[in-house]
C-alpha cells in the first residue's frame, strides 16, 4: 500500500552508530588522567541482564517481526492444541491485538566500572568541545542505574543528557487474541516477545514529522545512549566523541535535508527515506572523517599508545554497513583540508561538503570549498 504523505502525520526515525578510524597520535601530556584500565573492564564478559525499560512502549507494528511471529505460532502445535483444548473446538479464530516496541537497557551497576566510564566521557568530551572550539551540548553526562520510566518531551535549546548503560535491547512484542468459532467471548491472549541485542554502541534520534501539505518538522531527543560494552574495546572509547560530533552536526544536517525534501515535493515515504538515508550517509562521513583526526590524539593522552592500532579493526568493522559508504571518501577530505575547516565548510554548506565526497582530487574538492557559499543551509 502507498502511503501518502499528505494524507495524515508520518514519522521517521533516524538512529545513529558509530564511525571511525585512524591516524598517527602525539605523545602523552605528563598530566593527563589515564583510563586505561577501562579496557580490561570492557573486556570482561557481557552482561546480558537485568534489563530495566528505558522510557515507555509505543505502538509499533513491523511486518518482518510480525511474519516471524505467525510463523511461530504455525510451527507450534502443542501450543495450538493447548488452546483448542481450553477454548473446547478444533477451529480457531484469532487476531493481533497489538503490537509495541520498548526500549530495554542493561544498567552498570559495577561502582568501579561505571565511574571509571563516566569520568573518561566527560574528559573526552571536553577534550572535543575544547579541539573543535564548539559549544557544549550536554547538562549532563549521568550513568543510569535503574529504569527509567518516562522520558522528558524535547524541549529545546536546553541541553541533552547522556545516558551510560552497559548494553541496549530492542524488545518487539505481539499480542494475539484466540477465540472459538461460535464463541466470541472467551479469549486466550498470546504474547510474544522479541528481543535484539544489535550490537549498537550508541545512538541519537531525530524525528521527521510530516505533516499536511508536506510540512517537514525534525524533533530532536533530548538525550543519547551510551553502551560501555563492545567486541571492540575500542568502539566503546569512540562512541562519546562520536555520538557529540552527530549531535552538534545534525542541525546542520536537517537543514539540508529541508531544503531537498521542499525541493523535490516527495509524495511517497520511500522517496522521504531516500533522502533522510541519503544525508545520514553524509553525516556519518564527517563525523568519521573528524574522529579520525581526533581519536588517535585521545587514545595518547588518556589510555595508552598501542590502543592506537586497534582502531583499524574499529573501521573495518563499518564497512559492511551502507551508512558508511562515504567514509573513506570524507577522511581524505577532512585530512586534506584539516578539522577545523571541514566543520565549517559542513556547518556553512553541507551539500558543498557532499559535493567534495565526490570529487575525484582532492585538490579539487579544497578548491570548490573556497567558493562563496550559499546561506540558504544555514541553521
Same mark, same amino acid.
Given at each position: $500500500?502507498?502511503?501518502?504523505?499528505?494524507?495524515?502525520?508520518?514519522?521517521?526515525?533516524?538512529?545513529?552508530?558509530?564511525?571511525a578510524?585512524? =591516524?598517527?597520535?602525539?605523545?602523552?601530556?605528563?598530566?593527563? #588522567?589515564?583510563?586505561s584500565?577501562?579496557?580490561?573492564?570492557?573486556?570482561?564478559?557481557?552482561?546480558? &541482564?537485568?534489563?530495566?525499560?528505558?522510557?515507555?512502549?509505543?505502538?509499533?507494528?513491523?511486518?518482518?517481526?510480525?511474519?516471524?511471529?505467525?510463523?511461530?505460532?504455525n510451527?507450534?502445535?502443542?501450543?495450538?492444541?493447548?488452546?483448542q483444548?481450553?477454548?473446547?473446538?478444533e477451529v =480457531?479464530?484469532?487476531?493481533?491485538?497489538?503490537?509495541?516496541?520498548?526500549?530495554?537497557?542493561?544498567?552498570?551497576?559495577?561502582?568501579?566500572?561505571?565511574?571509571?566510564?563516566?569520568?573518561?566521557?566527560?574528559?573526552?568530551?571536553?577534550?572535543?568541545?575544547?579541539?573543535?572550539?564548539?559549544?557544549?551540548?550536554?547538562?549532563?553526562?549521568?550513568?543510569?542505574?535503574?529504569?527509567?520510566?518516562?522520558?522528558?518531551?524535547?524541549?529545546? #535549546?536546553? &541541553?541533552?543528557?547522556?545516558?551510560?548503560?552497559?548494553?541496549?535491547?530492542?524488545?518487539?512484542?505481539?499480542?494475539?487474541?484466540?477465540?472459538?468459532?461460535?464463541?466470541?467471548?472467551?479469549?486466550?491472549k498470546i504474547?510474544?516477545?522479541?528481543?535484539?541485542?544489535? &550490537?549498537?554502541?550508541?545512538?541519537?534520534?531525530?524525528?521527521?514529522?510530516? &505533516?499536511?501539505?508536506?510540512?517537514? !518538522?525534525?524533533?530532536?531527543?533530548?538525550?543519547?545512549?551510551?553502551?560501555?560494552?563492545?567486541?571492540?574495546?575500542?568502539?566503546?572509547?569512540?562512541?562519546?566523541?562520536?555520538?557529540?560530533?552527530?549531535?552538534?552536526?545534525?542541525?546542520?544536517?536537517e537543514?539540508? $535535508?529541508q531544503?531537498?525534501?521542499?525541493?523535490?515535493?516527495?509524495?511517497?515515504?520511500?522517496e522521504?527515506?531516500?533522502?533522510?538515508d541519503?544525508? $545520514?550517509?553524509?553525516? !556519518?562521513?564527517?563525523?568519521?572523517?573528524?574522529?579520525?583526526?581526533?581519536? +588517535?590524539?585521545?587514545?595518547?593522552?588518556?589510555?595508552?599508545?598501542?590502543?592506537?592500532?586497534?582502531?583499524?579493526?574499529?573501521?573495518?568493522?563499518?564497512?559492511?554497513?551502507?551508512?558508511?559508504?562515504?567514509?573513506?571518501?570524507?577522511?581524505?577530505?577532512?585530512?586534506?583540508?584539516g578539522?577545523?575547516?571541514?566543520?565549517?565548510?559542513?556547518?556553512?554548506? +553541507?551539500?558543498?561538503?557532499?559535493?567534495?565526497?565526490?570529487? #575525484?582530487?582532492?585538490?579539487?574538492? $579544497?578548491?570548490?570549498?573556497?567558493?562563496?557559499?550559499?546561506?540558504?543551509?544555514?541553521?
Open positions: $500500500m502507498v502511503r501518502r504523505l499528505s494524507l495524515s502525520p508520518i514519522w521517521v526515525s533516524v538512529l545513529l552508530v558509530l564511525g578510524t585512524m =591516524l598517527y597520535a602525539s605523545n602523552t601530556p605528563m598530566d593527563a #588522567p589515564d583510563y584500565r577501562l579496557l580490561s573492564f570492557i573486556e570482561m564478559q557481557d552482561l546480558q &541482564g537485568p534489563l530495566v525499560a528505558f522510557g515507555a512502549a509505543e505502538k509499533d507494528f513491523d511486518r518482518q517481526l510480525n511474519r516471524e511471529n505467525i510463523a511461530y505460532l510451527h507450534d502445535k502443542a501450543l495450538i492444541q493447548r488452546i483444548s481450553q477454548l473446547k473446538g =480457531l479464530k484469532w487476531q493481533l491485538s497489538t503490537s509495541f516496541k520498548q526500549l530495554l537497557v542493561v544498567p552498570e551497576n559495577r561502582d568501579e566500572y561505571a565511574q571509571l566510564f563516566e569520568q573518561y566521557c566527560k574528559t573526552a568530551v571536553g577534550y572535543l568541545i575544547d579541539r573543535i572550539h564548539m559549544p557544549n551540548p550536554y547538562n549532563q553526562i549521568a550513568t543510569l542505574k535503574g529504569p527509567l520510566p518516562s522520558i522528558p518531551a524535547p524541549q529545546q #535549546p536546553k &541541553g541533552i543528557t547522556a545516558y551510560l548503560v552497559h548494553n541496549l535491547v530492542d524488545e518487539y512484542i505481539e499480542e494475539y487474541l484466540f477465540f472459538g468459532q461460535d464463541d466470541d467471548q472467551t479469549k486466550i504474547k510474544l516477545s522479541n528481543r535484539e541485542f544489535d &550490537g549498537k554502541i550508541g545512538c541519537y534520534t531525530s524525528r521527521l514529522k510530516i &505533516g499536511a501539505n508536506n510540512h517537514f !518538522e525534525f524533533i530532536r531527543e533530548p538525550y543519547t545512549l551510551w553502551q560501555n560494552s563492545a567486541e571492540n574495546p575500542l568502539n566503546v572509547l569512540i562512541v562519546p566523541i562520536e555520538e557529540t560530533l552527530h549531535i552538534l552536526m545534525r542541525p546542520f544536517t537543514a539540508a $535535508m531544503v531537498d525534501l521542499v525541493q523535490s515535493k516527495p509524495d511517497r515515504l520511500n522521504v527515506q531516500r533522502i533522510v541519503e544525508w $545520514m550517509a553524509v553525516e !556519518e562521513a564527517i563525523v568519521g572523517g573528524v574522529v579520525s583526526q581526533v581519536m +588517535p590524539d585521545i587514545l595518547a593522552r588518556f589510555v595508552n599508545q598501542e590502543s592506537i592500532g586497534q582502531l583499524t579493526d574499529a573501521l573495518a568493522q563499518r564497512e559492511e554497513h551502507p551508512q558508511y559508504r562515504l567514509l573513506n571518501q570524507a577522511i581524505q577530505v577532512v585530512i586534506n583540508m578539522v577545523d575547516e571541514a566543520l565549517a565548510v559542513y556547518r556553512s554548506n +553541507p551539500k558543498e561538503f557532499k559535493h567534495m565526497l565526490t570529487q #575525484p582530487d582532492p585538490t579539487t574538492a $579544497m578548491e570548490s570549498a573556497q567558493r562563496p557559499q550559499s546561506s540558504s543551509l544555514v541553521n
